[in-house]
């Protein structure tokens, strides 16, 4: 059976399970692309998401309309050598 991961569906998932409802339309290609790229190589990443600070008397249209969400690869352990 030849079967191929699609990394690009796989990372979609995992940062939309990560990402409030409110701010799904945040998740971009560029986002989903960095993900992927992560699990090819066969890493993990963390989600994040960044809102801008609060501003006084500052109108936004909606709050939920304004952040940015990105992935940062989480970097492996090291390995312990353990001696008895």
């Known amino acids: 059976m ?6 690009e569906a796989w990372a979609k998932l995992l ?3 990560k990402v409030p409802e409110k701010f799904s339309h945040l998740i971009n290609a560029e ?7 992560i ?3 066969g890493g993990s990443f963390e989600v994040h998401l960044e809102q801008p600070s609060r ?7 909606s709050e ?3 952040g ?7 970097a492996p352990r090291a390995v312990r050598a353990y001696t008895n």
């Open 2 to 7: 030849n079967t191929q991961t699609d990394f």
């Open 15 to 17: 940062i939309t399970r």
């Open 31 to 37: 986002v989903v692309y960095s993900g992927a790229d």
């Open 39 to 41: 699990l090819k190589h």
């Open 55 to 61: 501003i006084p008397n500052f109108k936004a249209p």
């Open 64 to 66: 939920s309309a304004w």
């Open 68 to 74: 940015r969400i990105f992935v940062t690869p989480i």
